[in-house]
């Protein structure tokens, strides 16, 4: 219980250094288009940009960092443990849970970003740090 406590920290530490430049980014650049003080009144048309707002920084901020740091700690697990074969399906179980998680994200941003395109002119393209 020790050790999975520290490893708990240690990747929360981890985590927190690894989100600091996309609070960063998103401090100067606001999910929210519209209604800022001084900006413009929100329209019908800033609902769509804020919910392509919202989808951008969800899976391109959150999932695929996680999604990697996952494929990392699994793969830390695959060299450490390789020869125990308990360790090695855990790792096994991450990798496979990390690719399948991101492929349903990259498959349902698919979707939303067809949708968006065909009714509205907006398109939900990730944005560069």
Not at 90 to 97: E, G, P, V
């Amino acid at each position: 219980m020790k050790q999975f406590t520290h490893t708990l920290i240690y990747c929360l530490i981890i985590f927190t250094i690894l989100m600091v430049p996309i609070g960063i980014t998103y401090a100067a650049d606001p999910i929210i288009p519209c209604g800022n003080t001084g900006g413009t009144a929100c329209t019908f048309a800033d609902l769509f940009k804020l919910v392509a707002n919202i989808i951008d920084f969800l899976l391109f901020s959150l999932a695929v960092p996680l999604a990697a740091i996952a494929l990392a700690w699994a793969g830390t697990l695959m060299v450490m443990y390789g020869n125990n074969e308990g360790e090695r399906k855990k790792a096994k179980s991450i990798i496979w849970t990390a690719v399948i998680g991101l492929a349903l994200a990259l498959a349902a941003w698919l979707i939303v970003n067809t949708i968006f395109t065909t009714l509205t002119t907006i398109q939900i393209t990730p944005t560069a740090p």
